[in-house]
């Protein structure tokens, strides 16, 4: 069953350069990934700053390894340090 995944981010507007230079890495390393369906990164057209990875993944055992994933790490530890709040995730299976 395929796991769809929406993680809310919001970085400090005087990073937002470098927030998106971190996600450019981690979206083009992460589409490589098998069994990554889609890996979108959307900028909120309202609040600056705030930004949200659309993910599907065919399974969950593939977004479990893609969380063991040396650019996801490295990703979420240079990004600790602009976050303005914690990363929000949600995680679901499709329904209808």
């Not at 069994?35 to 993910?55: A, H, M, V």
């Not at 969380?67 to 209808?96: C, T, W």
């Amino acid at each position: 069953m395929n796991l769809h995944i929406v993680a809310l981010f919001k970085f400090n507007e005087s990073d937002l350069m470098e927030a998106v230079e971190l996600f450019q890495n981690l979206v083009k390393e992460t589409r490589k990934e098998e069994g990554c369906l889609q890996y979108d990164l959307i900028e909120d057209k309202d609040n600056k700053g705030t930004f949200f990875l659309i993910e599907l993944w065919e399974t969950v055992e593939h977004h479990n390894r893609h969380n063991g994933q040396d650019h996801l790490l490295n990703f979420r530890r240079d990004a600790a340090r602009i976050l303005e709040s914690s990363i929000q995730v949600y995680k679901g299976f499709r329904i209808y």
